[in-house]
């Protein structure tokens, strides 16, 4: 059994290099590109990597084409199905180290594969699969993901996008920072005051979501989250926006800019912040490029000790990160939930001791290492199941997903010019070589006890973790590693905090008063607020700390 896949010449007048998905759904709850998942619920997907692809060219996916859960079409029972394919076009960059390489470049929506504006893919079609009665189906690309339409500025919301110069040097063609800058009520009416910045980090944002001045759509239909087992979620969610514009506005609320930043990139929906040989140096690029030009647009104070940065999971990690690999440029990070910020516990990996990510080490059995689980610890995937997921999705790191880009930003480049591997993403083998040069460079519980003495009093009152204790992805652990390093400092006492949640999933974030559904909603009133009350503790004699607090 095979299936066949093609490019008509009226959908693409030119060859394409690419990701090439074939995705099988036993359902038809939504299409198949969107049925993807490492929990049970997934349904299947088979990829191979495509040059050239297009008009009489023709793709094969046949029985040793790797797929995801299952390995193989052959593996696929007896009956019908929902089929589709698609194409997560690549383009080809000459980079200054060297290399030519062929990545996927986001176009607005954040790096997703399965809705990226220019990416090809087939109606569905309902199919029986029978090798013997069907041994060969046809399928062609018939359509195009449209475009996205940017953000509109509005009162209180401006949207920004600079050339980094940086960033287009390294990659060899034009490349772009953006943000969205949340303005403080009294800007226009004040323009003699200069604001301290407040910096969140995390997953790419459309816009600067949890902010509305409108009140909650009357007619907007209840739904159900099924993460928080909870009815009218999005009702909620509108609500919380408007009552953080409430607050925004009100009297008492300090007066700071609040951003967002934009830096998706051919590798996933974020940089991580920090330079990377692989991609480029976006810390250099975000922390003296973008900030500066905001800080001047709008009116920021522009010193260090008037910025600060917080965020959770993917942005918990950035916050910690940018504070420790900067430690003069920010005063003060609040990360929660953050992703391993101590490779000793790489979730459920150590990275310097283990010779195997997947399994246990054992002489005859094969015990799986779990790597998401919910507060009651029950298991719905394997760390094998989302790394070989990715594996589907793209080779050479380029899937855009979770381990990926993690092995993307902490690991050295290959000889091909693609990152080495932390581990072999068949067999879960993990290289050594590489988890040191992980250890020197982004360990960040390692970086610090390494250089506490130099940047240890830089970062006296700079850092608070909050996680909690039954986090989804083990991402306790590495803080508990953290905190018996932060604990034993001296010359100077690290002075900061470290919380967790009991039986908090991700991402909780030092809130003891609500749960995850609620406080996730209100990072920018917690920590603006938190770093205001303290500021004073840490800011230099003689600056001005009331001028934006009218």
């Given at each position: 059994m095979s299936f066949e896949i093609t490019l008509p010449t009226s959908l693409s007048d030119q060859a394409l290099d690419g990701r090439l998905l074939l995705l099988i759904s036993k359902n038809n709850d939504a299409e198949p590109r969107f049925q993807i998942a490492d929990g049970p619920n997934s349904q299947l997907a088979f990829g191979i990597d495509v040059e050239n692809f297009g008009g009489k060219n023709t793709?094969?996916?046949?029985?040793?084409?790797?797929?995801?859960?299952?390995?193989?079409?052959?593996?696929?029972?007896?009956?019908?199905?929902?089929?589709q394919a698609l194409l997560h076009v690549y383009e080809t960059f000459n980079r200054a180290d060297g290399h030519?390489?062929?990545?996927?470049?986001?176009?607005?929506?954040?790096?997703?594969?399965?809705?990226?504006?220019?990416?090809?893919?087939?109606?569905?079609?309902?199919?029986?699969?029978?090798?013997?009665?069907?041994?060969?189906?046809?399928?062609?690309l018939d359509q195009k993901i449209a475009p996205i339409e940017p953000p509109k500025d509005s009162k209180y919301i401006k949207h920004i996008k600079i050339?980094?110069?940086?960033?287009?040097?390294?990659?060899?063609?034009?490349?772009?920072?953006?943000?969205?800058?949340?303005?403080?009520?009294?800007f226009e009416e004040h323009p003699e005051v200069k604001y301290p910045l407040a910096i969140m980090h995390g997953h790419f944002p459309y816009d600067f979501g949890g902010f509305s001045e409108t009140p909650p759509d009357p007619n907007l239909k209840p739904t159900f989250s099924a993460r928080f087992g909870m009815n009218g979620y999005n009702v909620l969610e509108q609500q919380e926006a408007h009552d953080f514009y409430k607050l925004w506005t009100s009297p008492k609320f300090p007066r700071v800019l609040a951003i967002k930043i934009q830096h998706a990139n051919q590798y996933y929906d974020d940089s991580y912040a920090v330079n990377s040989e692989n991609l480029g140096p976006y810390g250099d690029a975000i922390t003296y490029e973008l900030i500066p030009h905001i800080e001047k647009q709008f009116r920021g104070i522009g010193e260090g000790w008037a910025r600060f940065v917080y965020g959770g999971s993917t942005g918990g990690w950035e916050a910690?990160?940018?504070?420790?690999?900067?430690?003069?440029?920010?005063?003060?990070?609040?990360?929660?939930?953050?992703?391993?910020i101590d490779f000793r516990a790489y979730c459920l990996v150590d990275l310097y001791k283990d010779k195997n990510a997947?399994?246990?080490?054992?002489?005859?059995?094969?015990?799986p290492r779990p790597m998401h689980r919910n507060y009651l610890g029950q298991v719905s995937s394997t760390l094998q199941d989302a790394n070989y997921r990715e594996l589907v999705l793209g080779t050479k790191s380029r899937s855009g997903q979770q381990w990926d880009i993690w092995e993307a930003v902490f690991s050295p480049v290959g000889e091909d010019g693609y990152p080495k591997r932390i581990w072999d993403k068949k067999t879960g083998e993990i290289n050594p070589a590489i988890a040191n040069y992980w250890k020197e460079n982004y360990d960040l519980t390692y970086i610090m006890k390494r250089d506490w003495q130099t940047i240890?009093?830089?970062?006296?009152?700079?850092?608070?973790?909050y996680c909690g204790d039954m986090d989804n992805y083990y991402l306790n652990n590495a803080v508990y590693l953290a905190e018996d390093f932060l604990e034993s400092t001296s010359e100077p006492y690290y002075d900061g905090?470290?919380?967790?949640?009991?039986?908090?999933?991700?991402?909780?974030?030092?809130?003891?008063?609500?749960?995850?559904?609620i406080s996730r909603l209100r990072y920018h009133s917690m920590f603006i607020s938190k770093w205001a009350q303290e500021i004073?503790?840490?800011?230099?004699e003689g600056v001005d700390l009331e001028g934006w607090r009218y």
């Open positions: 793709a094969t996916f046949d029985a040793a084409v790797f797929g995801y859960p299952l390995k193989s079409i052959t593996d696929i029972p007896k009956g019908e199905y929902y089929v030519v390489v062929k990545l996927p470049m986001d176009r607005g929506e954040g790096q997703k594969w399965n809705r990226a504006p220019g990416n090809l893919y087939s109606t569905p079609q309902k199919i029986m699969i029978d090798a013997e009665q069907n041994p060969k189906i046809q399928i062609s050339k980094s110069e940086l960033l287009s040097k390294f990659w060899g063609r034009d490349m772009y920072l953006g943000a969205h800058v949340l303005l403080p009520e009294g910690l990160a940018v504070q420790v690999k900067y430690p003069d440029e920010y005063n003060g990070c609040y990360a929660a939930c953050p992703d391993p997947y399994f246990l080490e054992s002489d005859f059995k094969q015990t240890g009093p830089k970062l006296k009152g700079k850092i608070n973790i905090e470290v919380d967790y949640g009991e039986l908090a999933e991700h991402c909780w974030n030092g809130d003891h008063t609500q749960p995850n559904a004073g503790k840490r800011a230099p």
